[in-house]
């Protein structure tokens, strides 16, 4: 599924290690005045992956999270680190993911360490992460509608574009039956 960015997001400030700052900005009228350079974008990137990655070891450090706070089932919940999603065939899924959405492979990521081939792909500051393993799910008999079976969103910022390339890709996919602008495909593993 992909829908248009929700303005504006926000995180929780006390949910993120005092010491770094982040700053998140969406908006779902494009201002050029606002738009950032290459440069800027990939220091965005950076700080964004910064604030992640002190996150994420302050949430492994025991005593850094949640010891002073009242509530003993905070555990701090920062973000979505990563989806996984089955694949049959890791090369005909990531020609989808790649070039039909225009994902990006994160490089860092460990491919060759664990027990079956994958990928994991860069969704803004999350991921994808691809597994060429046997899928339990049936691949007919879904739903035709992917909003109506399990489905992982993309935000995107221009759904008719999309649905250009999906058109000119010859891959089905139908529109949100709410009226939102939303657009639902399936990858070639028939996950929505």
Avoid at 119 to 138: F, Q, R
Wanted: net charge neutral; hydrophobic share 35%; aromatic share 4%.
């Amino acid at each position: 599924m992909a829908s248009l960015l929700n303005p504006p997001l926000t995180l929780l400030q006390n949910k993120l290690n005092p010491g770094c700052v982040l700053a998140v900005s969406t908006s779902a009228t494009p201002n050029k005045k606002f738009q950032p350079s290459s440069t800027r974008r990939s220091h965005r990137r950076c700080l964004l992956m910064r604030a992640k990655m002190s996150a994420e070891t302050d949430m492994l450090a025991k005593d850094s999270v949640g010891t002073d706070t009242v509530d003993d089932n905070d555990f701090g919940v920062v973000s979505m680190h990563h989806v996984g999603i089955l694949c049959e065939n890791l090369e005909m899924s990531l020609d989808f993911y790649q070039n039909i959405l225009g994902l990006e492979i994160n490089e860092a990521r460990p491919h060759d360490k664990l027990p079956y081939r994958g990928a994991w792909l860069w969704v803004g500051s999350e991921m994808i992460h691809l597994m060429e393993l046997p899928n339990p799910d049936p691949l007919t008999g879904r739903p035709e509608h992917g909003g109506r079976d399990r489905h992982t969103c993309i935000a995107i910022r221009d759904v008719s574009k999309l649905k250009a390339i999906l058109d000119k890709a010859g891959i089905p996919y139908t529109l949100s039956r709410s009226g939102r602008p939303a657009i639902f495909t399936r990858d070639p593993d028939t996950n929505a």
